[in-house]
Nanobody
């Protein structure tokens, strides 16, 4: 059983920054890809950023390119999402997700591929 715990959300003014963390425990050593998704009120959950175990497949959603950066720690147990130049449209619950399937390591990031999810952390960006 994999457990994912997000932290780092909060309230920030437009133009500010936040860093989200996602700590993986359990069978964490078996992950192939980790992703961040977000869901704003009344909208579908959307892809934000993804990284594979060797950091050779890093992708971003179009709306966050150039502003957000995904990374991992050396132990590969924590994934970070550095969010800069935040805008009100970034307001959402942010979820960390894990895909343990190695043959998808270099695939595009599709929500349905991720079988383990965290509980989410709220990010609110004020005007």
């Amino acid at each position: 059983q994999v457990q994912l715990v997000e932290s780092g959300g909060g309230l920030v003014q437009a133009g500010g920054s936040l860093r989200l963390s996602c700590a993986a425990s359990g069978r964490s050593a078996s992950w192939a890809r980790m992703g961040w998704f977000r869901q704003a009120r009344g909208k579908e959950r959307e892809f934000v950023a993804g990284i594979n175990y060797y950091a050779s497949n890093i992708q971003y959603g179009d709306s966050v390119k150039g502003r957000f950066t995904i990374s991992t720690d050396n132990a590969k147990t924590t994934v970070y999402l550095q969010m800069n130049s935040l805008i009100p449209e970034d307001t959402a619950v942010y979820y960390c997700a894990l895909d343990s399937t190695r043959f998808r390591s270099n695939s595009p990031y599709v929500r349905a591929d991720f079988g383990s999810w965290g509980q989410g952390t709220q990010v609110t960006v004020s005007e």
